[in-house]
T-cell receptor, first 116, second 112 residues
Framework: NAGVTQTPKFQVLKTGQSMTLQCAQD?????MYWYRQDPGMGLRLIYY?????TTDKGEVPNGYNVSRLNKREFSLRLESAAPSQTSVYFC?????WGRGNPYEQYFGPGTRLTVT | GEDVEQSLFLSVREGDSSVINCTYT??????LYWYKQEPGAGLQLLTY?????DMKQDQRLTVLLNKKDKHLSLRIADTQTGDSAIYFC????????????FGTGTRLQVTL
C-alpha cells in the first residue's frame, strides 16, 4: 500500500500560470482533503470531499478549484497562480467524514509550490 | 473563528521528558489531536482525546486536557532522537469531527 501519493513533489510557476496538483489514495477511503501549510502557521483546509461526488469549501478556498475524479483521486487546480499561493500543499484522506467519530486523516508527503 | 496556539520551539536532552503545550479558544471542541511531522513528510496522527476526558496515556505519550483553561499538553517520556519533529495540536468543533483546525506547530529538538 502506497497510502496517499501526491504529484509533483516540487513546482515553480510564474504568476498567472495554471496547474493541477494530483492526489491519489489506495486505502479505499471515502473522504479526501486539501490543505496548505505556510511558515509559522498550522495547516489550513482549502477544500474537502466528504464522499465521492461531493466537494465543499474549507477555510481558504479562494483561488482554487477541486475535482473528485473518482473514489481514489482528488485534484487541486490553481487557475491563475499568485505569489500568495506559494506554500506546501498536503492532500489527506480518511475512512469517513465524522460527525461523531474522529476518523484518522492520513497525509501525503506534500507538494512544495513556488509562484514567482 | 477558532484559534489554536503553541510555542514555536522546544529543546530537550535525550532521555528527558518533553512537554509540548497548546491552548485553544473553541469551547465546543469535541476532539483534540496531536500530529507529528518529520522533515519532508506529511503529518502523522499520534493520539487524540475526547473532550470529556482529562487524560489519555499511550505508551510513552501522555495527553492532558484542562477543559476549563482550554489547555492541552503532550508529554513524551524518555525522549529519543527519533522524536525530533514538529508537533501540531488540532481540534475539531462540535458537529464536524473531520474539520481540523491546526496550531502553528512546535519544533522539538532532541540533543545528545
Amino acid at each position: 500500500n502506497a497510502g496517499v501519493t501526491q504529484t509533483p513533489k516540487f513546482q515553480v510557476l510564474k504568476t498567472g500560470q495554471s496547474m493541477t496538483l494530483q492526489c491519489a489514495q489506495d486505502m479505499n477511503h471515502n473522504s479526501m482533503y486539501w490543505y496548505r501549510q505556510d511558515p509559522g502557521m498550522g495547516l489550513r483546509l482549502i477544500y474537502y470531499s466528504a464522499s465521492e461526488g461531493t466537494t465543499d469549501k474549507g477555510e481558504v478556498p479562494n483561488g482554487y478549484n477541486v475535482s473528485r475524479l473518482n473514489k481514489r483521486e482528488f485534484s487541486l487546480r490553481l487557475e491563475s497562480a499568485a505569489p500568495s499561493q506559494t506554500s506546501v500543499y498536503f492532500c489527506a484522506s480518511s475512512e469517513g467524514w465524522g460527525r461523531g467519530n474522529p476518523y484518522e486523516q492520513y497525509f501525503g508527503p506534500g507538494t512544495r509550490l513556488t509562484v514567482t | 473563528g477558532e484559534d489554536v496556539e503553541q510555542s514555536l520551539f522546544l529543546s530537550v536532552r535525550e532521555g528527558d521528558s518533553s512537554v509540548i503545550n497548546c491552548t485553544y479558544t473553541d469551547s465546543s471542541s469535541t476532539y483534540l489531536y496531536w500530529y507529528k511531522q518529520e522533515p519532508g513528510a506529511g503529518l502523522q496522527l499520534l493520539t487524540y482525546i475526547f473532550s470529556n476526558m482529562d487524560m489519555k496515556q499511550d505508551q510513552r505519550l501522555t495527553v492532558l486536557l484542562n477543559k476549563k483553561d482550554k489547555h492541552l499538553s503532550l508529554r513524551i517520556a524518555d525522549t529519543q532522537t527519533g522524536d525530533s519533529a514538529i508537533y501540531f495540536c488540532a481540534e475539531t468543533p462540535q458537529g464536524t469531527a473531520s474539520k481540523l483546525t491546526f496550531g502553528t506547530g512546535t519544533r522539538l529538538q532532541v540533543t545528545l
